[in-house]
């Protein structure tokens, strides 16, 4: 029987500020992850997991894709920091949309979309405006499940940004202190979002709530 596809799209930072302990942790953290969200997803036997990724500095390309690799097989080669490079993620994100309108729809269940960055879009506020409304006006990136994670230290003025992106899961913060506890933080984060999506869940909590409020989600700090 033909299995249906669920893809996950990353959207990997490579910028400068990126380069050392950060890149190496993220580089681990999606290798060892891969197959066991395969396996997770195989207690769905009619779905199959393809995995895409979109690294960005101030050049955009694709890491793995525009055709997918079936997580199952992915080998997963280390993403290089651009140095020097700065953060387009409004870049990153026109190819996602690029992607988006090409393949109009083709699965049953949403895509899950992982934005993974240290640091505000270096592209004009304008620029990345219009590349969230893009997306939002594509039928996959408005049905998708897209998540932010944010490497680093908290800075309100620069989390606006990720909000705009996300919108049917919480909101990530982690330090690049920790490997497990990080792995941890990301893996159940993509696999709530992955049951979601098979099971046509979505998330509803308040944000203003959770920027007020402070609230934990998965036993961490949202922000």
Not at 13 to 40: F, H, P, Q
Not at 147 to 157: M, N, P, Q, V, Y
Request: proline share 4%; glycine share 6%.
């Amino acid at each position: 029987m033909r299995k249906e596809r669920l893809d996950l799209y990353f959207l990997v930072d490579r910028s400068g500020s990126m380069e050392g302990t950060i890149i190496e942790m993220l580089n681990g953290i999606l290798r060892n992850s891969m197959k066991v969200l395969a396996n997770e997803v195989e207690r769905f036997p009619n779905y199959e997991l393809l995995i895409h990724c979109i690294s960005f500095s101030d050049k955009v390309k694709w890491h793995i894709g525009p055709a997918p690799v079936p997580a199952k097989v992915l080998d997963w080669h280390d993403i290089q920091v651009a140095i020097g490079g700065t953060t387009a993620t409004s870049k990153a994100i026109n190819l996602l949309s690029d992607e988006f309108e090409r393949r109009k729809r083709i699965s049953r269940v949403p895509p899950i979309c992982v934005l993974i960055t240290d640091g505000p879009c270096t592209d004009s506020p304008e620029e990345y405006k219009l590349a969230i409304s893009r997306l939002n006006n594509t039928f996959l990136g408005k049905t998708a499940i897209r998540l932010a994670c944010w490497i680093g230290e908290k800075r309100d003025t620069d989390l606006k940004q990720l909000w705009a992106f996300s919108n049917q899961i919480h909101f990530l913060h982690i330090n690049p202190g920790d490997f497990l506890i990080n792995s941890k933080i990301l893996f159940e984060a993509v696999l709530e979002a992955i049951k979601n999506s098979i099971e046509g869940n979505k998330l509803t909590v308040d944000r203003n709530t959770l920027i007020k409020e402070g609230a934990r989600s998965l036993n961490h700090d949202v922000f």
